[in-house]
């Protein structure tokens, strides 16, 4: 979700540097931030605070943040490419799931004006559903996996892995796409480039990068 389909990792780097200024800290940049994308809240909090040696405790963090994440939240906004995907798969019946490392709090904060593209998934696993085993958010592929068995138990279906597509925008949620089995579109953020390294030697001959979600070829998947 986050920095694939709205551009919420933005504004997670925006309030990051407001905190780390306050501290005479920062900024946040993406030889940094690529290890951050994906991970479960308080493992990319803690990396945070372990880089920049700031003075704080992690719940003190989590604390600055969220006030000021709870502020910017509502105005977030889709990704190009990214509503329009959205529709033309639920309009054309292909079940869709989505698996966020985001806690159930936060996803409302971010989606609760968007709801005309989020109501669309069949399935959404917040990071903090309870099925998933404690330290096995990604880039383990424990989220991904259960997004399918519950896609398989809603339509009855008995879809395999390898016949899904993840659609992943950092590194650990290519490494969780990549455990569950599945092909991995990778969508990295535009400023990311410069510090991804060789990405087909990171998808291994399973995926492809895209620069942004409008030049899927859904052809190419019989979509």
């Not at 997670?12 to 479960?40: F, H, R, S």
């Not at 008995?158 to 092909?183: H, M, R, T, W």
Request: proline share 6%; net charge negative; hydrophobic share 40%.
């Amino acid at each position: 979700m986050d920095g694939l389909l709205i551009n919420t990792e933005d504004l997670y780097t925006l309030v990051t540097n407001e905190v780390l200024a306050e501290y005479g800290k920062g900024p946040l940049l993406w030889d940094v931030k690529i290890q951050l994308q994906g991970l479960p809240g308080h493992q990319a909090a803690q990396k945070i605070l372990d880089h920049f040696q700031l003075p704080l405790t992690l719940e003190e963090f989590d604390e600055k943040v969220l006030a000021l994440q709870n502020i910017k939240w509502p105005t977030c906004s889709f990704l190009p490419g990214a509503l329009d995907l959205i529709r033309y798969l639920h309009s054309k019946n292909v079940p869709i799931a989505l698996c966020t490392s985001s806690t159930k709090f936060k996803f409302e904060g971010k989606t609760g004006h968007l709801k005309k593209g989020f109501n669309l998934f069949d399935i959404i696993i917040t990071g903090d559903d309870s099925r998933i085993p404690h330290g096995r958010g990604k880039p383990f592929p424990d989220i991904w996996q259960l997004g399918l068995k519950e896609l398989n138990s809603k339509f009855s279906t008995n879809i395999q892995p390898e016949e899904c597509l993840i659609f992943e925008d950092g590194l650990p949620g290519v490494a969780a796409a990549k455990s569950a089995g599945a092909y991995v579109v990778w969508v990295p953020h535009p400023d990311a480039y410069e510090v991804l390294g060789d990405t087909k030697a990171v998808l291994d001959g399973n995926g492809e990068v895209l620069s942004s979600l409008t030049h899927l070829d859904k052809a190419k998947f019989g979509l």
